[in-house]
């Protein structure tokens, strides 16, 4: 147990999650954006402080099939319903953290936050193995480097929260803001793409 709630480190914890929540609570947003784009349009808030990075696109794996259109789409519906899930339980035990001390050095809480950031990095792998087809190349780019960006948070997450270091919690709650707007440009990309579709 944490012996001193007001000590400088525990302050500085809290700090972290409550940071951590703000993260996760734009990733949620960003990441429910991604599935009505291609039936109804939905407004998506956007960042004008967020750097916009443009990479050139990969061109899929060749061992792989591609992908139709509608099957793509489906499956990424699919992956950010579990996103979702994932960074709402994040959300869940970081403020409940942030309430309760104690929490961080609660085996129990620990493990629910290993359990959460297991589900998000399976999300990632999941978007990794996917084909796109042509036409979503440049979003399935974007997707991959929101992908990469979350996998490096949630191993600061993971290990900040077994460590109760606020430092590292902090750098996870940066590589979900970094992964939040590769989310956007890709949910902004695939917008357009609809756009011009119909």
């Known amino acids: 147990m944490i012996q001193e709630p007001d000590s400088p480190k525990t302050r500085r914890l809290i700090w972290a999650l409550i940071v951590l929540v703000?993260?996760?609570?734009?990733?949620?947003?960003?990441?429910?954006?991604?599935?009505?784009?291609h039936s109804t349009p939905t407004a998506t808030p956007t960042a004008t402080t967020v750097p916009t990075i443009t990479p050139a696109p990969t061109t899929p794996p060749l061992s792989a099939p591609t992908l139709s259109e509608t099957e793509y789409l489906a499956r990424l519906i699919d992956i950010s319903d579990r996103y979702i899930v994932a960074f709402g339980d994040i959300t869940t035990l970081a403020q409940a953290a942030t309430d309760d001390p104690d929490l961080f050095a609660s085996l129990d809480w620990q493990n629910h936050i290993v359990m959460a950031a297991a589900a998000i990095t399976g999300c990632n792998d999941e978007v990794r193995q996917l084909v796109p087809p042509a036409r979503f190349i440049d979003v399935h780019?974007?997707?991959?480097?929101?992908?990469?960006?979350?996998?490096?948070?949630?191993d600061q997450l993971v290990t900040g929260a077994l460590s109760q270091d606020p430092n590292l919690i902090?750098?996870?709650a940066g590589n979900i803001t970094i992964g939040n707007a590769r989310l956007q440009q890709a949910t902004g990309r695939l917008e357009a793409l609809d756009d011009r579709s119909g």
């Open 141 to 154: 780019f974007q997707l991959m480097g929101a992908a990469d960006a979350y996998d490096t948070a949630m």
């Open 170 to 172: 902090n750098q996870a």
């Open 22 to 37: 703000l993260g996760v609570c734009i990733a949620c947003g960003a990441v429910a954006t991604l599935g009505p784009a």
